[in-house]
């Protein structure tokens, strides 16, 4: 069949060492989606000798195809990206530019494996524009059931992907460890942040956790380190760096700039256009630690701080309707800004500061997600 074709062709240009033509942004993103295909190929076509009857093969392609693709793709990007400002003075080669876009897809694939889970866990609607995994129909039912608990296993099952491409791609690579450490570990710091993103509101109307520090180590474990850190740090690998200072400079410019972008997602949860954003925001229905409630503690009246535990957390939109009233009152639009801008100057001094390797790496990723809308 055709992508078994393109298979073999990718395949043998990945063993081929012959420069890779110099690209626009846009051939990139191309070159990027194509390979998707051909990954899910990877996965699927194991499976009939696994004697995997043919409805489920077929609900694990579906199940890819709606969760791993159709993101913004940034984080998968990343991995290429900044393998080329890592190797500096020569052009990739094919190989490198195929591996790097491979690991990138396996970010991708961990996202989609905490997105399922997550949508579950925030019993959230939407996601990239349609129902959330969970909440979309059988495949196979005609009942008129939905996926329902069975994407807890499918999440399992995006998870698994990850290492079966790793291996089919890196295994005889010197870091092939180093990758899966890096997998295993940062999938773990997640967990670790999700949990933590869970917890700490275990009493609607108790708001004495709701503090940035508390926050800040939300969001740290629960989003930068795998959307910022190792998209980077994979890239640092399939460069050849193994100075333990370059990781460290790495975390130290990547969890802050982690912490900017989840203070954004947190602000389009509430103020974002759904239709932009793909998603409905919960975070006030589910009483969550987010930035907007800490800052309306820190700058509201004792009077609107009490009005906000009455409502806090309450899954009713009268409710959602009398906390966002609040925010506006306190100017959370402003205060908002104002943030945005100042931790904006602060990463972009503290890359300026940056020795020991190029700073484009992290200029590139800060221009993409500076003031988004999406
Ligand atoms: C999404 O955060 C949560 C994660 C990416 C981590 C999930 C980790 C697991 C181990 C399941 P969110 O709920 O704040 O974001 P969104 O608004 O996109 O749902
Ligand atoms: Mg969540
Ligand atoms: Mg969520």
């Known amino acids: 069949n055709r ?6 062709h990718l395949n043998g240009i990945a063993m081929n060492d012959t420069a890779a033509p110099v690209k626009t942004q846009k051939e990139e993103l191309a070159d990027f989606v194509e390979i998707f295909p051909i990954l899910t190929n990877e996965i699927l076509k194991e499976l009939p000798s696994m004697d995997i009857p043919q409805k489920n093969i ?13 993101g913004k793709m940034n984080r998968g990007l990343t991995v290429l990206t900044s393998l080329q400002y890592l190797i500096e003075g020569r052009p990739l080669s094919r190989a490198e530019v195929f591996k790097a876009n491979v690991l990138g897809w396996c970010v991708e694939w961990l996202q989609a ?16 524009g349609q129902p959330c995994w969970y909440r979309q129909k059988n495949p196979i039912s005609n009942s008129g059931s939905t996926v329902g608990s069975i994407a807890i296993n499918d999440a399992f099952i995006l998870e698994s992907c990850i290492y079966i491409l790793i291996k089919k791609y890196f295994r005889n690579d010197s870091y092939y460890a180093d990758i899966l450490d890096f997998f295993h570990e940062v999938s773990y710091q997640t967990q670790l942040g999700q949990l933590l993103d869970l917890t700490t509101q275990p009493n609607r109307g108790d708001f004495s956790q709701f503090t940035l520090d508390t926050y800040r180590r939300i969001v740290k474990y629960k989003t930068a380190y ?3 850190y190792l998209p980077v740090a994979l890239a640092m690998l399939m460069a050849g760096i193994n100075s333990t200072p370059a990781f460290t400079t790495a975390l130290d410019i990547l969890l802050p700039m ?21 998603k409905i925001g919960r975070d006030i229905e589910e009483n969550k630690c987010c930035w907007l409630i800490c800052q309306a503690i820190l700058n509201g009246t004792p009077v609107q701080i009490d009005t906000l535990k009455k409502h806090y957390g309450v899954d009713n939109p009268k409710d959602v309707e009398i906390v966002k009233k609040i925010y506006n009152e306190i100017d959370i639009r402003g205060i908002f800004k104002k943030y945005e801008d100042e931790s904006h100057a602060i990463l972009v001094n503290k890359i300026k500061s940056v020795k020991i390797m190029p700073q484009e790496v992290f200029f590139k990723l800060l221009e993409k997600i500076y003031k988004r809308k999406l």
């Open 58 to 70: 077929e609900w694990i392609e579906k199940m890819i195809n709606i969760n791993v693709a159709g």
């Open 3 to 8: 992508i078994s074709v393109i298979s073999e």
């Open 113 to 128: 494996y905490f997105l399922v889970a997550d949508d579950i866990m925030d019993q959230s609607i939407t996601r990239r």
């Open 258 to 278: 982690g912490e900017y972008f989840q203070i954004q997602d947190d602000y389009l949860d509430c103020f974002g256009n759904p239709a932009t954003i793909g």
């Open 226 to 228: 795998y959307s910022f």
